[in-house]
């Protein structure tokens, strides 16, 4: 079955870096576009970022672009999001989620279980 | 870029009672790029129905229909699983992706 793995989530300072890490299994993992998605402490779902099947296109959310850089390894069937100069407001639950076969854009079919980033001093 | 506004905020009712609710995006939008997604506490969301279609497993007391630029989902009789939060989502063909702000199912 689908499963989807999030690690890397902590404690991080404001203005420090920070990097999630998404293991897939049980799919082809290099068909899919894959997303991040983020919730805030008792807030609704925001869209962070999504990665093509290949890699070769990435789009973020205004909130993080220039900051966030979505990437992927195919060959170890892992998605990461590296988050830098963190501000308080990064503070949610990181959820990655896979997208659609061969295109960018799709619903969300299967999640993770996500992982807590609090952005503290 | 698309906003969603999903009503009502909170919606109290009893199993057994149908449930209704709505997502209004703020242009013309296809349902094909329209989806539904339950959350309950402490878990990840869940794919209910999208383009046009229920999710694997979800059954069909779950339906969903679109006039114009509002979307609706119906829970035709409410089990005690249903109670959760509801997002709306659309995917369009470019980003970014909208979420609505979520509708609380809570029992009455």
């Known amino acids: 079955q689908v499963q989807l793995v999030e690690s890397g989530g902590g404690v991080v300072q404001p203005g420090r870096s920070l990097r999630l890490s998404c293991a897939g299994s049980g799919f082809t993992f290099s068909n899919y576009g894959m997303h991040w998605v983020r919730q805030a402490p008792g807030k609704g779902l925001e869209w962070v970022a999504v990665i093509s099947y290949d890699g070769s296109d990435q789009y973020y959310a205004d909130s993080v672009k220039g900051r966030f850089t979505i990437s992927r390894d195919n060959s170890k069937n892992m998605l990461y999001l590296q988050m830098n100069s963190l501000r308080a407001e990064d503070t949610a639950v990181y959820y990655c989620?896979?997208?659609?076969?061969?295109?960018?854009?799709?619903?969300?079919?299967?999640w993770g279980q996500g992982t807590q980033v609090t952005v503290s001093s | 870029e698309v906003v969603l506004t999903q009503s009502p905020g909170t919606l109290s009712l009893s199993p057994g009672e149908r449930a209704t609710l709505s997502c209004r995006a703020s242009?013309?939008?296809?349902?094909?790029?329209l989806a539904w997604y339950q959350q309950k506490p402490g878990q990840a969301p869940r794919l209910i129905y999208g383009?046009?279609s229920r999710a694997t497993g979800i059954p069909d007391r779950f339906s969903g229909n679109v006039s114009g630029t509002d979307f609706t989902l119906t829970i035709s009789r409410l089990e005690p699983e249903d109670f959760a939060v509801y997002y709306c989502q659309h995917y369009g063909s470019s980003p970014p992706i909208a979420f609505g702000q979520g509708t609380r199912l809570e029992i009455k």
């Open positions: 989620a896979r997208g659609r076969q061969w295109l960018v854009l799709g619903k969300f079919d299967n």
């Open positions: 383009a046009s």
């Open positions: 242009q013309s939008v296809s349902s094909t790029y």
